[in-house]
């Protein structure tokens, strides 16, 4: 599985961006995926995940209520919905796919099987 981030770029605090990850290679409706993110000077942190299904979603504390994450199966991508955006939430983001079969909340635990390069995300304040 081939992985590819999409729709940084610039915004204001309180602005919104919407981040895509097109995955290529079959069976995507098979995999959990993930959104990370790494801020500079900063270890790359778990943002949100959605199973396999996508029955089950899951956010760290810091995005929940602001961050919607969805897949489209049809079109092998998941989404990042981002919304009231701080400039905390500046930085690199970065999908992720796995395998295992299991709910969200549990997904990212583990190592996941494949990783799309990045997508630039800065909010100014």
């Known amino acids: 599985v081939q992985l590819q981030a999409s729709g940084g770029g610039l915004v204001q605090a309180g602005g919104s961006l919407r981040l895509s990850c097109a995955a290529s290679?079959?069976?995507?409706?098979?995999?959990?995926m993930a959104w990370f993110r790494q801020a500079p000077g900063k270890e790359r942190e778990f943002v949100s995940t959605i199973s396999w299904s996508g029955g089950s979603t899951y956010y760290t504390d810091s995005v929940n209520g602001r961050f919607t994450i969805s897949r489209d199966d049809a079109a092998n991508t998941v989404y990042l919905q981002m919304n009231s955006l701080l400039p905390e939430d500046t930085a690199i983001y970065y999908c992720?796919?796995?395998?295992?079969?299991?709910?969200?909340?549990?997904?990212?635990?583990?190592?996941?099987?494949?990783w799309g390069k990045g997508t630039q995300v800065t909010v100014s304040s």
């Open positions: 290679g079959r069976q995507f409706s098979s995999y959990g």
């Open positions: 992720a796919a796995s395998s295992r079969r299991t709910t969200a909340r549990e997904l990212w635990k583990d190592a996941m099987d494949y």
